[in-house]
């Protein structure tokens, strides 16, 4: 991984700026962010990429908000994007409650 995408990778406070350089990025390496960043924005934006491999990766990602992967799971085109967005929320809904949310 090269170092831009080792710096977004562990990036927590996102700017308008880091994300549209994010969007302007070669495919391979917007579905290689995908699979770790944190951003919600972005992420939104990336589940709506013309690369398949991008939004797969956005439908793997357990920082994906759920009304997107709720998407994902049921309008994406492609199957292998709805099943992965499926496996991420069975998993977000398997977790247990912490104590301080029952």
């Not at 398949?52 to 994007?81: G, H, M, Q, Y």
């Not at 991420?88 to 104590?99: D, R, V």
Request: aromatic fraction near 6%; hydrophobic fraction near 40%; proline fraction near 3%.
């Amino acid at each position: 991984m090269n170092g831009n995408l080792q710096f977004y990778t562990t990036l927590t406070d996102w700017t308008g700026w880091d994300e549209a350089a994010v969007l302007k990025m070669q495919h391979k390496e917007r579905a290689e962010l995908a699979k770790s960043i944190t951003c919600a924005g972005l992420l939104v934006d990336l589940s709506m990429d013309q690369h398949a491999e991008v939004r797969e990766n956005v439908a793997k990602n357990s920082f994906t908000p759920l009304t997107t992967l709720n998407r994902l799971a049921e309008e994406d085109l492609c199957i292998s994007i709805q099943n992965a967005a499926k496996e991420t929320l069975k998993a977000i809904h398997s977790q247990p409650i912490p104590k301080n949310f029952q």
